[in-house]
Nanobody
């Protein structure tokens, strides 16, 4: 059974930082593209960042480029999202996702999803 468990969310002031973690089990982590998505109240889920397992490339939404960094630790089966210079508009539930294809991940059709962790940025 595949499980993705996010952690690290919380309440932070604008300009602050948080690091989200997503620990996986039940899949060959090193052979999966890993991504982060978010969903704010009354909005559709949107892509945030992804890490391609095939070549190590990373991808970011324009809204987070230069502020967020996605990384992974294959030994720990964990993907991270370092979020700096947070803004109130970053407030959302953040989800991690896994798929063999980074393209499918990017198109929001990933095979596996976590339950999400709340990030709230106060102004």
């Amino acid at each position: 059974q595949v499980q993705l468990v996010e952690s690290g969310g919380g309440l932070v002031q604008a300009g602050g930082s948080l690091r989200l973690s997503c620990t996986t089990s039940g899949l060959t982590f090193r052979r999966y593209a890993m991504g982060w998505f978010r969903q704010a109240p009354w909005k559709e889920r949107e892509f945030v960042a992804a890490f391609d397992w095939t070549d190590g490339d990373t991808y970011y939404a324009d809204s987070v480029k230069g502020r967020f960094t996605v990384s992974r630790d294959n030994a720990k089966n964990t993907v991270y999202l370092q979020m700096n210079s947070l803004k109130p508009e970053d407030t959302a539930v953040y989800y991690c996702a896994a798929d063999r294809s980074v393209s499918d991940l990017y198109r929001d059709v990933a095979d596996y999803w976590g339950q999400g962790t709340q990030v709230t940025v106060s102004s």
